[in-house]
């Protein structure tokens, strides 16, 4: 049974920074692409950063360009979202995205940046 488990978020001041981790379980990690994504209140559900199955080929969204940096290990399953200078318009819901046979989401960690 394949299982994303997102942890990290949490409330911080504008400028500070956080570290999502996506614990993965249930497939070949190593085999998948995993992407993270992000839902504000009100708002449609945007793709943030993807990295691929060899760590490599990774993508960003252009509003977070130079600010996100997406990693994964795997020798543990891990994947991760390092975010730095937070600004108030990345408050939201962080979930994780593997697509196998059929698409999975976590549950999602929530990051509130506000002073």
């Known amino acids: 049974q394949v299982q994303l488990v997102e942890s990290g978020g949490g409330l911080v001041q504008p400028g500070g920074s956080l570290r999502l981790t996506c614990t993965a379980s249930g497939f070949t990690f190593s085999s998948y692409r995993l992407t993270w994504y992000r839902q504000a209140p009100g708002k449609e559900r945007e793709l943030v950063a993807s990295i691929g199955s060899a760590a490599d080929n990774t993508h960003y969204a252009d509003s977070v360009k130079d600010r996100f940096t997406i990693s994964r290990d795997n020798a543990k399953n891990p994947v991760y979202l390092q975010i730095n200078t937070l600004k108030p318009e990345d408050t939201a819901v962080y979930l994780c995205?593997?697509?196998?046979?059929?698409?999975?989401w976590g549950k999602g960690t929530l990051v509130t940046v506000s002073s």
């Open positions: 995205n593997v697509v196998t046979y059929i698409q999975y």
